[in-house]
């Protein structure tokens, strides 16, 4: 069940006529959301007729007027040509592939029903690209040393939480684990439209110790911990061991796999 204010949100959408269908995908689509945590995420399907930006603006700002404390809309509005180009942007691409794959339609047509999957050769290479680039702005591009460093090692947690929200988030943290394992599943023909997708799938697919390491990432830092940092001691250490891990996969991911097979 989606909050209110993202029910209040779709409602005020139906009167926009240039919107033809409203997608939730994300953890509210998979109905693991974590309560005031999680942000709504939402495709918006416009018109081809529409003036993209003009609409795309009117969107947004509707989209902060409904945001509240409950939650966060994260919205994108697209026309359908910009979906079927959407080999060009990967944000584009990743939020239609969500949606896609495990997101339910709210209102409108189903659009996406007529939109194919990208060839899977094409995915496998420019999902690889997005997790190096990934890796690359959480160093803000600076310098690509042979073997990666880590992002601040002088930090507690290595430079791989953010401190924006009150006590700290491990969402980056929890990104980057994803994010090398969805190239790696990629590598297999498998297609990931969420975070939580991409762990199951790597757990059937591999048991060895990357899928352990990843499960424990997961399940801790999202479902016990809700993507803050724990305040028990324990927690803490466990926090900074997966911090500490994660540079020796990142330079395995790049300068090993997948000429040696290996993940």
Request: contains cysteine; aromatic residues 12%.
């Amino acid at each position: 069940m989606l909050p209110a204010n993202a029910l209040d949100f779709i409602e005020a959408l139906k009167a926009d006529h240039v919107v033809r269908a409203v997608y939730c995908n994300g953890s509210y689509a998979g109905s693991y959301a974590i309560s005031r945590v999680s942000d709504v995420d939402l495709l918006c399907v416009i018109e081809e007729g529409a003036y993209p930006k003009i609409e795309r603006e009117h969107i947004r700002e509707l989209a902060q007027e409904y945001s509240s404390n409950l939650c966060e809309l994260d919205v994108l509005a697209l026309s359908m040509k910009e979906i079927d180009n959407c080999a060009n942007s990967s944000l584009v691409r990743e939020m239609v592939l969500s949606a896609k794959l495990c997101g339910f339609l709210l209102s409108g047509d189903d659009v996406l029903s007529q939109w194919n999957l990208p060839n899977i050769t094409d995915y496998q290479a420019s999902t690889r690209d997005m997790t190096i680039e990934f890796i690359k702005r959480v160093r803000k591009n600076e310098g690509w040393a042979n073997p990666l460093e880590y992002p601040n090692g002088s930090d507690k947690y290595r430079g791989y939480v953010e401190y924006d929200r009150v006590g700290g988030e491990t969402k980056l943290l929890i990104s980057i684990y994803t994010w090398i394992a969805t190239s790696v599943l990629a590598d297999q023909g498998i297609y990931c439209g969420s975070k939580n997708q991409c762990v199951d799938d790597f757990n059937k697919m591999n048991k060895g110790e990357y899928s352990n390491q990843l499960n424990h990432v997961y399940n801790s830092c999202r479902n016990e911990w809700h993507y803050g940092i724990p305040e028990h001691e324990e927690g803490k250490r466990m926090l900074s061991s997966f911090c500490d891990m994660l540079l020796a996969y990142e330079n395995r991911f790049i300068f090993a796999y997948p000429q040696d097979g290996c993940f």
